[in-house]
Nanobody, 120 residues
Framework: QVQLEESGGGLVQPGGSLRLSCAAS????????MGWYRQAPGKERELVTT???????NYLDSVKGRFTISRDNAKNTVYLQMNSLKPEDTAVYYC??????????????WGQGTLVTVSS
């Protein structure tokens, strides 16, 4: 069993910052890609950003220059630093990881989600 535990969500004013964390635990051989998705009310879940084990990143256009993803491979943890937050960033943010539990066997794991609300 592998679990992802997220933390760091909350209420922030427009222009503010938040840092999300997501720690993986359980039977982990290695973790390939880790990422963050979000789902706003009434909208479909969308990919926000990903990071490979080697550190290569990708971002949704609307968050480029404001959000930064990073990871600590030793701690099996991924972070999302969110700056200059806008009301349209309000959503439930989900952590996602491609976890190898043996050398060749892997599965996609999701966190439970953490709510980020940007409002004055």
């Amino acid at each position: 069993q592998v679990q992802l535990e997220e933390s760091g969500g909350g209420l922030v004013q427009p222009g503010g910052s938040l840092r999300l964390s997501c720690a993986a635990s359980g039977s982990i051989f290695s973790i390939n890609v880790m990422g963050w998705y979000r789902q706003a009310p009434g909208k479909e879940r969308e990919l926000v950003t990903t990071i490979t084990k080697g550190g290569s990143t990708n971002y949704l256009d609307s968050v480029k220059g404001r959000f930064t993803i990073s990871r600590d491979n030793a701690k099996n943890t991924v972070y999302l630093q969110m700056n200059s937050l806008k009301p349209e960033d309000t959503a439930v943010y989900y952590c996602n990881a491609d976890v190898y539990y043996t050398f060749s066997m892997h599965l996609e794991v999701w966190g439970q989600g953490t709510l980020v609300t940007v409002s004055s």
